[in-house]
């Protein structure tokens, strides 16, 4: 008698059963997670429209009407480009203010990078003490644009103020800086130029990223210490410099703190340090004059995004990028 083998039975494919069942609870999960996201984002998305959004769309509708704070918006004067118009061909305050400002930035913005990458090289050794001389530096930073930096700055250059203090020690005669017009600005940008440290600490980082054998391959090829530091140090620092300089220069343009202390808000003395932001301040909330105020925002936002495009656009020629390999 022949034995046969009878097959196993195939079970049941039960997966395919619950398959469904399983995308469905899958897609429940990453709808959960997304729904997760957008509550943990909400309060920036509430912060960027209430704060950021809507005011920056707000005025950008004022700059068309002749409104101040006092008119109910449902009330404003719709002017069209009225208030550009005055702006660009009726308003020697506004060209006034503009001259200043690109007087301070086109001075202060180089000395400070100056300032900054001359530091980070002396303090870019393996000195005794050197991480204390770095804090030192940086300190001025810290303190930012804050009006108590700005009070003692202005008591400083006083005529009974400390600096002429020191000047007498050489025998030289004093002036009130601060309040003489040929020389109230230029206190403003030895205040910006002190305060180096954040750039200087960039600078640092930056240097410590340069690969010793460029410095050691330029020694052997004869080069000192000039020719290695307009050969190996400027282009491989070259990012970092592009960096500084975009965001010096946007903070350049944007000082309004220390020349608001230092007139008491009026640009003193004689328009001398009228910056743009100040004159933007006195139109909109001494003079009440918003809507010419807000045009002379957007203009502003405008110029400083073509300043930074034309950055952009030029880096290329200069900015070098190095790959992982430091070539």
Same mark, same amino acid.
């Given at each position: 008698?022949?034995?046969?083998?009878?097959?196993?039975?195939?079970?049941?494919?039960?997966? *395919?059963?619950?398959?469904?069942?399983?995308?469905?609870?899958?897609?429940?999960?990453?709808?959960?997670?997304?729904?997760?996201?957008?509550?943990?984002?909400?309060?920036?998305?509430?912060?960027?429209?209430?704060?950021?959004?809507?005011?920056?769309?707000?005025?950008?509708?004022?700059?068309?009407?002749?409104?101040?704070?006092?008119?109910?918006? *449902?009330?404003?004067?719709?002017v069209g480009l009225a208030n550009y118009e005055r702006m660009f061909?009726?308003?020697?305050s506004y060209w006034h203010s503009v001259q200043v400002t690109l007087?301070?930035?086109?001075?202060?913005?180089?000395?400070?990078?100056?300032?900054?990458?001359?530091?980070?090289?002396?303090?870019?050794?393996?000195?005794?003490?050197?991480?204390? !001389?770095?804090?030192?530096?940086?300190?001025?930073?810290?303190?930012?644009?804050?009006?108590?930096?700005?009070?003692?700055?202005? *008591?400083?250059?006083?005529?009974d103020g400390a600096f002429n203090s020191l000047l007498s020690l050489?025998?030289?005669?004093?002036?009130?800086?601060?309040?003489?017009?040929?020389?109230?600005?230029?206190?403003?940008?030895?205040?910006?130029?002190? =305060? !180096?440290?954040?750039?200087?600490?960039?600078?640092?980082?930056?240097?410590? =990223?340069?690969?010793?054998?460029?410095?050691?391959?330029?020694?052997?090829?004869?080069?000192?210490?000039?020719? =290695? !530091?307009?050969?190996?140090?400027?282009?491989?620092?070259?990012?970092?410099?592009?960096?500084?300089?975009?965001?010096?220069?946007?903070?350049?343009?944007?000082?309004?703190?220390?020349?608001?202390?230092?007139?008491? @808000?009026?640009?003193?003395?004689?328009?001398?340090?009228?910056?743009?932001?100040?004159?933007?301040?006195?139109?909109?909330?001494?003079?009440?004059?918003?809507?010419?105020? *807000?045009?002379?925002?957007?203009?502003?936002?405008?110029?400083?995004?073509?300043?930074?495009?034309?950055?952009?656009?030029? @880096?290329?020629?200069?900015?070098?990028?190095?790959?992982?390999?430091?070539?």
């Open positions: 008698m022949a034995l046969t083998t009878a097959p196993n039975p195939t079970p049941p494919a039960r997966s *395919s059963a619950r398959t469904p069942a399983k995308a469905r609870g899958s897609g429940r999960m990453r709808h959960g997670e997304g729904l997760a996201g957008y509550v943990f984002l909400s309060p920036w998305l509430i912060g960027l429209m209430a704060i950021t959004a809507i005011p920056m769309l707000l005025s950008l509708y004022l700059s068309f009407t002749n409104y101040d704070i006092l008119t109910d918006l *449902s009330d404003v004067e719709w061909t009726a308003d020697p007087s301070f930035a086109l001075i202060a913005v180089p000395l400070k990078l100056a300032a900054a990458l001359g530091v980070a090289l002396l303090l870019n050794r393996a000195w005794r003490g050197v991480g204390l !001389f770095r804090g030192l530096f940086y300190l001025p930073s810290l303190l930012g644009g804050s009006v108590a930096l700005a009070i003692v700055w202005v *008591s400083m250059f006083n005529r050489f025998g030289i005669e004093g002036k009130p800086w601060v309040n003489d017009p040929g020389w109230a600005l230029e206190t403003l940008m030895v205040l910006a130029i002190w =305060q !180096f440290g954040a750039p200087m600490v960039i600078f640092l980082a930056g240097l410590k =990223q340069v690969p010793t054998e460029l410095y050691e391959a330029a020694s052997v090829d004869g080069a000192g210490r000039i020719r =290695q !530091f307009v050969s190996v140090t400027l282009p491989m620092l070259s990012p970092v410099i592009f960096f500084n300089l975009v965001l010096e220069t946007i903070n350049g343009f944007q000082g309004f703190t220390a020349a608001f202390v230092l007139s008491n @808000g009026t640009g003193g003395p004689v328009d001398a340090t009228l910056m743009y932001t100040l004159n933007l301040y006195i139109t909109g909330f001494t003079e009440l004059d918003m809507g010419y105020a *807000s045009a002379m925002a957007w203009v502003f936002l405008i110029a400083i995004a073509l300043i930074t495009a034309l950055f952009f656009s030029t @880096g290329r020629f200069w900015v070098h990028y190095s790959d992982g390999d430091g070539n």
